[in-house]
């Protein structure tokens, strides 16, 4: 017996109500499953940096409960120690090599955040996501869309990239009036429209931390105030650095696949502007486990240097000659940087084998050591005379003062360190402190201008509102200098 149309008709619409049903509820999987993916992949990354999962942290608490998930669902045996290891101990990775193992990692930390064995943490992520209580969930992609109520981003919907590209000309506009502090708000409401604006994270920091800065003074020390949140001493010039990096630091948490954002941070910011070179390095050093341009290595092996780490950058430099033969770079700088970092790694082996000689009781040891520490003196020396530059004849300068210093001539050494400091800019504080140290051992007065310079050195860090006990440890260096004249 035919069917009636009407309840044919009805069946069909059941069906394809069911059907759509179904798949709204598979789309729905699919970006909640994705936002997790990404939090994870944010958060370890964090966890690898701060080389620990943070203790009374939601981020920490539902990242270690996720881990623990992954492991004990048998997607990996030891995820933490796999994914912490560090590519920049030794010879770099090959990169093909890189890539391939970080897409197998990837793609497992993708099956798992679909899975059922992250059902609980899936919905944990998204309970604390929608209250914004993660710091690596701040994405209204799935926080404040999936929220739920009427605000400004469900408004622009499907339109947030087109809103963005409008509100990053308002911002534009803003910096040719000079109007930075209008300026800070709209970038940051241009990135939470679209969170992969990655030209708004990279052009908003470097407004933020060079052209806002770059007619302002640096803060005298006890005229800043010291600021909790970022544990520094900050005036108004130096606010602007920081606001660079919390901008920076956002867009790290929602692009944890971007290395531009890492370069930009550790080069741009903390290896330029403030001169922290083991923030610089650890940055870089994240810069280069996601897929970068050639160049962007050269950066942390300079990095490395500045922060003392000679073994990593003759590695590094090493490694970028086998990488890639016949380029300017390998012909040209990377073997005079090689030279550079050997000439310190001998010199630093003898400073350390001379101490030894001191400290022990043994004649005959004594004598062993200071043989060994000649040695290497003599290799450093050799080394910084084959450079054949600036840099490697201000060195053998700085030697000659050092050994002249250690026999009590130092008359001459304090002329010939003045000497090196006016001929090679590179060494000018090395040389600066070299001179103060040496008048101070002979018992030779200051010069006013390295008393100022003493006392200069010995209040930074002091800034009204420091807590109680740091304050006094620096007060407490200041009296000490100060008792010297």
Known sequence: MAQHPRLTAFAIMATLVAAGTLLNLHIQHLRESEAYYRWFLAAAVQARMDGQVRENDPDGDLFRESVVALESAGFFDDFLVEYRQDPTEGVLPDPEEQAE?????????????????????????????????????????????????????????????????LLWIEVDRYWHQGNMYRM???????????????????????????????????????????????????????????????????????????????????????????????????????????????????????????????????AGWQDYIIRFPGSMTAVEVAPRFIMRNQGHIYEQRSHELRKQSYETDDPQQRETLQEQSTAYWERARETWRNLNDPYGEGRLMLMEGLDMRLDGRYLESIALLDKARWETAALWEELSDLIIETKQEAGIPLSVSEKKAVLRESEVGICPGMPPEEQERRLRAIEEIEARF
């Open 101 to 165: 193992e970080d897409y197998r990692t990837h793609r497992r930390i993708w099956d798992f955040a679909r899975s059922r064995h992250a059902a609980s943490q899936r919905e944990t992520f998204l309970d604390l996501a929608r209250q914004q209580q993660l710091r690596f969930a701040r994405d209204i992609q799935y926080a404040e869309a999936q929220a739920g109520g009427v605000n400004i981003f469900n408004l622009f919907f499907g339109f947030r990239k087109v809103a963005a590209n």
């Open 184 to 314: 800070i708000t709209l970038m940051r409401t241009c990135v939470a429209l679209d969170p992969e604006f990655i030209e708004a994270y990279l052009i908003g920091a470097w407004h933020l931390a060079y052209n806002a800065t770059a007619r302002m003074p640096d803060t005298p020390w006890p005229q800043r105030e010291w600021h909790d949140g970022y544990e520094a001493c900050l005036g108004e010039k130096e606010r602007f650095y920081y606001y660079a990096i919390d901008f920076l630091k956002d867009g790290i948490r929602r692009n944890p696949r971007n290395y531009r954002l890492y370069f930009e941070l550790g080069f741009a910011i903390y290896k330029e502007k403030l001169e922290d070179y083991p923030n610089a390095v650890r940055y870089l050093s994240e810069a280069i486990r996601v897929p970068h341009d050639r160049w962007v290595p050269r950066q942390l092996f300079l990095s490395y240097e500045l922060n003392g780490q000679f073994e990593e950058a003759l």
